[in-house]
C-alpha cells in the first residue's frame, strides 16, 4: 500500500502563509490524496482531497505535483486555531484501503 | 457536524474485565470504523463495518470484537481487557470508500480508556 512521508513538526507565525508538504513517491493513479487535522484533544477532521488538479476550500489549498509523487497543504493565513497534527493520506478508489494516518506533522502557530 | 456520538467517553476498568464502546450516528452512513490512538502510533485502524452485520478486520484488530445489529451503533469489545489497550479510541463514519468526496470520515469525540 502507498503511504506518505511528512515532517514529524513545523512552525508558523501568525497570520503568515504555511506549506505543509507531504511526499508519496508511490502513489499509483488511482490514489486520492487527503488531508485531515486533528486539533487537541479533537477527533481528526477532513480538510480537503484531490486527485491530480489543485484544489481550493474554505480551509485550505491543496497543491500537486505535475508528477503526482509529492503535494502541499496550503494555509493561507495561519491562526492560533490552526494547531494541529496534520494528516496526508492516500485513499485507494476501488480498492477500499484502510486510512493509513502515520503520525502527521504537528503545526506550532506562533502568535 | 456530524451526528457521532460515543459512549462511555472515560472508562477506568481492571485487567481481564469485559469492556464494550458504543459509538452511534444519526447520518445513515453505511461504513463505520473504530480507530486507537497511541502515543507515536497516529492512528489505527481496529475494526470497520460495511453494513448492517457485516465487518472485517483492520490494522490492529487482535484482542478486540466488534458488532453491527443495527445501522446506526457499532459496538467495540475487548473481551479481556489488557493494560496494552489503555489508548484514545475514536469512532468514524463515512458514506463509502471510494477516495472520492463522499469517502470523508468524520470521527466522534474520542473514548478514553485506561487498564489498570
Known amino acids: 500500500d502507498a503511504k506518505t512521508t511528512q515532517p514529524n513538526s513545523m512552525e508558523s507565525n501568525e497570520e503568515e502563509p504555511v506549506h505543509l508538504p507531504c511526499n508519496h513517491s508511490t502513489i499509483s493513479g488511482t490514489d486520492y490524496i487527503h488531508w485531515y487535522r486533528q486539533l487537541p484533544s479533537q477527533g481528526p477532521e477532513y480538510v480537503i482531497h484531490g486527485l491530480t488538479s489543485n484544489v481550493n476550500n474554505r480551509m485550505a489549498s491543496l497543491a500537486i505535483a505535475e508528477d503526482r509523487k509529492s503535494s502541499t497543504l496550503i494555509l493561507h493565513r495561519a491562526t492560533l486555531r490552526d494547531a494541529a497534527v496534520y494528516y496526508c493520506?492516500?485513499?485507494?478508489?476501488?480498492?477500499?484501503?484502510?486510512?493509513?494516518f502515520g503520525t502527521g506533522t504537528s503545526l506550532t502557530v506562533i502568535p | 457536524d456530524a451526528g457521532i456520538t460515543q459512549s462511555p467517553r472515560h472508562k477506568v476498568t481492571e485487567t481481564g474485565t469485559p469492556v464494550t464502546l458504543r459509538c452511534h450516528q444519526t447520518e445513515n452512513h453505511r461504513y463505520m470504523y473504530w480507530y486507537r490512538q497511541d502515543p507515536g502510533h497516529g492512528l489505527r485502524l481496529i475494526h470497520y463495518?460495511?453494513?448492517?452485520?457485516?465487518?472485517d478486520k483492520g490494522e490492529v484488530s487482535d484482542g478486540y470484537s466488534v458488532s453491527r445489529s443495527k445501522t446506526e451503533d457499532f459496538l467495540l469489545t475487548l473481551e479481556s481487557a489488557t493494560s496494552s489497550q489503555t489508548s484514545v479510541y475514536f469512532c468514524a463514519i463515512s458514506e463509502s470508500r471510494d477516495g472520492t468526496s463522499t469517502d470523508t470520515q468524520y470521527f466522534g469525540p474520542g473514548t478514553r480508556l485506561t487498564v489498570l
Open positions: 493520506i492516500l485513499r485507494d478508489v476501488g480498492t477500499g484501503n484502510q486510512f493509513y
Open positions: 463495518s460495511y453494513g448492517v452485520k457485516d465487518t
